[in-house]
C-alpha cells in the first residue's frame, strides 16, 4: 500500500503538493468529525453525572457542548471544501500532463510500434485507464488513510479505556485485516483482466466503426459484429467477476466488524453487571460500538479499487515507457539537403522490403521513383524520414545520419503530401496553419492561394472557419489534397515527399492539383512516388524500384533507350496492370 501510494505521488509529478495537503486537510476534516461525537459522549457522560446527583449541568456546559459542535461543523466544511478542491485540481491537471506527455512520446516512437500496439490499447489507456485515476485515485488513498490511521488511534483509545473491550475492537480489526490482505490478492488478478477485456472492448469497436463502410457495401452486418459481440461479453465477463468475488469478500470483511460490535455490546453490559465498569463506561462503549468501525469497514469497500489503481499505473507505464527513437538525438541544423541512402536493407518483421539499396539524391533536383505495386517506393520514402530504421546500412540527410537528429530536427527539413490525406477535425484554417503553428491569416491565405483552395475555401458558409469532419470527411478527394498541399507550402521545408499525391483525383482537380504542387515543389529537393508519365519525364533522374532494389536509374531520355523495366514498361503503360505510372 505505502508502494503504491508512492507510485501516485511519482506520477502526480508537480502536483505531489497538492495531493498531499488535500490528504492532511482531508484528515483534519475526520478530526473535527470526531470531535463531535466526542462532545456527544460528553454531553452523556454528563447527563448520567447528573443522574446519579455527582454533577449539576449550568449553562456554561451547554455552551461548552455547543462550541465544540459549532467548531467541529465550522472545521469540518472549511476543511473538507480545502481537501476537495486540492484533490479534483491535483488529480485532473495530473492526468491532463500524463495525456500530453504520452501525446509528444507517441511521435517520437517508431512507425513500427503502431504496428504491433493496437490503436485500441492506446486509445484505453488514455482515456479509460486514466479516467480511473482521475476519479477515484486521490480519494481512494484519501479514505484508506484516513480509515488506518483512526483505526489505530480508535483501538488505542479503547485499550487505554477498557483493555476487555480494547481486546475484542483489536481482534476485530486482525480479522478484518486477514479479508483485507486476501482482498487485494484476488484484486491483482481481475484488475488486469478487467482493464484488458476494456482495451479489447475499444479495440474493436474502433475497428467496427473503422470499417462501416466495407461492411454496408458487402452487407456484412451478421459477420462483421461478431468480434464486438465478443468483446462486449468479455468485458461484461471481466466487469462481474471481478463484482461477485469482491462484494462477497467486502460482505466478509464488514461481518468481522459486525460481530466485534455484537460482542462489545454483549460484553459491556456482562462488565458492568460485574462491576469491572462503570455505567458510564458501559453506556460510552455501547455507543462506541456502533461507530468505532464506520471509517474501516470504508477501507474494505474501496480496497479493490486501490488494486484498479495498481493495474492502471502498470498499464500507463508500459505505455510511458515504449522506447523512443531519438533519446540520443541532436538539433542538428542542416547546411545542405543532399540525401544518401548507402547500403540499405530494411525488414517488415520477417519479410525483405529493401535489397541493399544505394541512392543519392542531390540537393535541389527532383527525383521520381516508379515501379510495381508493392515494391518498396513508400518505404524507401519512410526510411528517408526515419519513421523506420534500416535494419542494415545507413540513410544521411545533409551528410547527417538520419539517426543522429531529434525526429523533431529531423522532421523540420521534410514536408509530405500523402496520397490519404487526413485532415483534423478542426477549422479549414488550423488545418492548413498545422505546416506553421504560428502563421498569421494572410500567410494561411497566401498558401491556400498557391495550392488552388482559396477560391473553394472562400465559397463555403464560414469560409476559413468552416469545420471539418475527423479525416476531412465533408471535403471532396481533391478538395482534402489541396489543403494539405498549402499545409506543407506553409512549412516551407527544403525536402518535399509526394507520395501519390494526384493518383486518385478527377480530371478537374488534377488541373488545379498540378499548379499546387509547382508551387510546392519550386526551388526545392523532391522526391515524387510518380504514376504520371509527364512528371516522371521531366525529374533530374528516375529510380526504378523492383523487388526491394534499384533496377536501374538516369533521365526519362536515357531510360527509354535502353533496354530494360522502363523501356518495356513505357512501350506496354497502356496493358501494364499494377504499375504506377
Ligand atoms: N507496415 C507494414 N508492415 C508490414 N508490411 C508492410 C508494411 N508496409 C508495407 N508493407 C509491405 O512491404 C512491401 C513494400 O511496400 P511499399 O508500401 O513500400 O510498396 P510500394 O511500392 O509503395 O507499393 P504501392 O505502390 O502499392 O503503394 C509490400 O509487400 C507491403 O505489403
Same mark, same amino acid.
Given at each position: ?69 459549532? $467548531? %467541529? $461543523? ?123 477485456? =476494456? ?95 464506520? =471509517? ?68 535541389? &533536383? ?29 540513410? &544521411? ?127 526545392? &529537393?523532391? $522526391? ?5 508519365? %509527364? ?16 533496377? =536501374? ?26 504499375? =504506377?505510372?
Amino acid at each position: 500500500m505505502i508502494k503504491l501510494f508512492k507510485r501516485l505521488l511519482n506520477f502526480s509529478g508537480k502536483h505531489r503538493k497538492d495531493i498531499i495537503v488535500s490528504l492532511i486537510t482531508s484528515f483534519i476534516k475526520s478530526n473535527f468529525e470526531i470531535m463531535s461525537f466526542m462532545a456527544v459522549i460528553m454531553l452523556i457522560n454528563w447527563l448520567l453525572l447528573s443522574v446519579e446527583g455527582k454533577k449539576v449541568i449550568d449553562m456554561t456546559d451547554v455552551f461548552t457542548i455547543f462550541g465544540v459542535m459549532v $467548531i %467541529s $461543523i465550522v472545521g469540518k466544511i472549511i476543511f473538507s471544501n480545502i481537501s476537495n478542491q486540492k484533490r479534483v485540481i491535483s488529480s485532473f491537471k495530473m492526468c491532463q500532463d500524463k495525456r500530453l506527455e504520452i501525446g509528444e512520446l507517441m511521435k517520437r516512437v517508431k512507425m513500427g510500434y503502431f504496428n504491433e500496439n493496437l490503436l485500441g490499447e492506446i486509445t484505453a489507456t488514455t482515456t479509460t485507464t486514466l479516467g480511473d485515476i482521475e476519479t477515484i485515485s486521490v480519494t481512494i488513498f484519501d479514505k484508506v488513510i484516513n480509515g488506518l490511521v483512526h483505526g489505530a488511534v480508535i483501538s488505542i483509545w479503547i485499550l487505554i479505556y477498557d483493555w476487555h473491550i480494547g481486546l475484542i475492537t483489536v481482534a476485530g480489526i486482525i480479522i478484518a485485516m486477514i479479508v483485507y490482505v486476501h482482498i487485494q490478492k484476488k484484486s491483482k488478478i481481475l484488475s488486469p483482466r478487467r482493464q484488458k477485456a =476494456q482495451a479489447g472492448l475499444v479495440t474493436s469497436i474502433l475497428e467496427y466503426i473503422q470499417g462501416m463502410g466495407v461492411v454496408k457495401a458487402y452487407n456484412l452486418g451478421g459477420n462483421s459484429s461478431k468480434g464486438v459481440k465478443d468483446a462486449i461479453e468479455e468485458s461484461s465477463q471481466a466487469n462481474i467477476k471481478l463484482e461477485s468475488v469482491f462484494s462477497s469478500l467486502t460482505a466478509l470483511y464488514q461481518l468481522a466488524f459486525k460481530i466485534a460490535s455484537s460482542i462489545i455490546i454483549v460484553v459491556a453490559p456482562y462488565l458492568l453487571i460485574d462491576g469491572e465498569i462503570t455505567i458510564v463506561k458501559c453506556f460510552i462503549l455501547l455507543i462506541s460500538s456502533f461507530i468505532i468501525y464506520e =471509517q474501516m469497514e470504508i477501507v474494505g469497500s474501496v480496497s479493490s479499487l486501490t488494486r484498479v489503481i495498481e493495474a492502471s499505473l502498470n498499464r500507463i507505464d508500459n505505455l510511458s515507457n515504449t522506447p523512443i527513437m531519438d533519446g540520443d538525438g541532436k538539433d542538428i541544423k542542416l547546411d545542405n539537403y543532399h540525401i544518401e541512402i548507402k547500403d540499405v536493407s530494411f525488414y517488415y518483421e520477417d519479410m525483405e522490403v529493401i535489397k541493399n539499396m544505394n541512392i543519392k539524391i542531390p540537393e535541389n &533536383t527532383t527525383t521520381a521513383i516508379v515501379g510495381p505495386s508493392g515494391s518498396g517506393k513508400t518505404t524507401i520514402c519512410r526510411l528517408i524520414t526515419r519513421f523506420f530504421d534500416v535494419d542494415k546500412g545507413e540513410v &544521411t540527410v545533409g551528410g547527417h545520419n538520419v539517426k543522429d537528429f531529434t525526429c523533431e530536427s529531423l522532421l523540420n527539413n521534410f514536408s509530405t503530401v500523402f496520397q490519404k490525406v487526413y485532415l483534423f477535425e478542426d477549422t479549414i484554417f488550423n488545418n492548413i496553419r498545422f505546416g506553421k503553428p504560428d502563421a498569421t491569416l494572410k500567410e494561411v491565405q497566401e498558401a491556400a492561394k498557391k495550392a488552388c483552395c482559396h477560391s473553394f475555401i472562400e465559397a463555403l458558409p464560414d469560409g476559413y472557419d468552416t469545420y471539418v469532419g475527423e479525416g476531412g470527411s465533408s471535403l471532396s478527394g481533391g478538395e482534402k489534397q489541396r489543403i494539405s498541399i498549402a499545409r506543407a507550402i506553409l512549412k516551407d521545408a527544403p525536402i518535399i515527399i509526394l507520395d501519390e499525391a494526384t493518383a486518385s483525383v478527377d480530371p478537374e482537380n488534377e488541373k488545379n492539383l498540378q499548379i499546387a504542387i509547382r508551387e510546392l515543389t519550386k526551388n526545392k &529537393t523532391v $522526391i515524387m512516388i510518380a504514376h504520371r508519365l %509527364s512528371t516522371v519525364k521531366h525529374a533530374d533522374q528516375i529510380l526504378v524500384i523492383n523487388n526491394g532494389q534499384v533496377e =536501374q536509374a538516369g533521365k526519362h531520355n536515357e531510360l527509354i533507350s535502353q533496354e530494360g523495366i522502363y523501356k518495356r514498361f513505357i512501350s506496354a503503360r497502356e496493358e501494364a496492370i499494377g504499375w =504506377q505510372l
